[in-house]
């Protein structure tokens, strides 16, 4: 009885492989490379346009508010201390100049 479930399962499995595969061909004169090609060169805008419309500004976002916490922090410490600290403040407002500007030039560099 128990070999039968076996070669019952293993049947069902091979049949279900065989009729729920697909066979996938590379534009039909089986040239892959021209295939990945094409694929990537529609898949380049849609990358860029969703990176420029939402991952840049997202990091925008984030390193702004991040900015201003820094800066009100400083300024409860320079109010405690009487020392301004400039250098948490001055690389968070590097790299937000750095993400503010990005999408004009990151393009050229990476070669899209």
Same mark, same amino acid.
């Not at 094409?38 to 849609?46: R, S």
């Given at each position: 009885? =128990?070999?039968?479930?076996?070669?019952f399962a293993?049947?069902?499995?091979?049949?279900?492989? &065989?009729v729920l595969?697909?066979?996938?061909?590379?534009?039909?004169?089986?040239?892959?490379?021209?295939?990945?090609?094409? &694929? *990537?060169?529609?898949?380049?805008?849609q990358i860029?346009?969703?990176?420029?419309?939402?991952?840049?500004?997202?990091?925008?976002?984030?390193?702004?508010?991040?900015?201003?916490?820094?800066?009100?922090?400083?300024?409860?410490?320079? =109010?405690?201390?009487?020392?301004?600290? *400039?250098?948490?403040?001055?690389?968070?407002?590097?790299?937000?100049?750095?993400?503010?500007?990005?999408?004009?030039?990151? *393009?050229?560099?990476?070669?899209?």
């Amino acid at each position: 009885m =128990r070999k039968q479930k076996i070669i019952f399962a293993l049947a069902l499995t091979i049949m279900l492989l &065989t009729v729920l595969s697909v066979s996938v061909l590379a534009a039909g004169s089986g040239d892959v490379a021209g295939a990945v090609q094409g &694929t *990537w060169d529609t898949a380049k805008v849609q990358i860029k346009s969703v990176v420029n419309g939402v991952v840049f500004p997202v990091l925008d976002l984030i390193l702004a508010v991040f900015f201003f916490v820094k800066i009100g922090g400083a300024y409860f410490d320079y =109010r405690k201390s009487g020392q301004f600290e *400039w250098t948490a403040p001055a690389i968070l407002f590097a790299c937000l100049v750095f993400t503010l500007t990005a999408p004009l030039y990151i *393009w050229g560099i990476i070669g899209m």
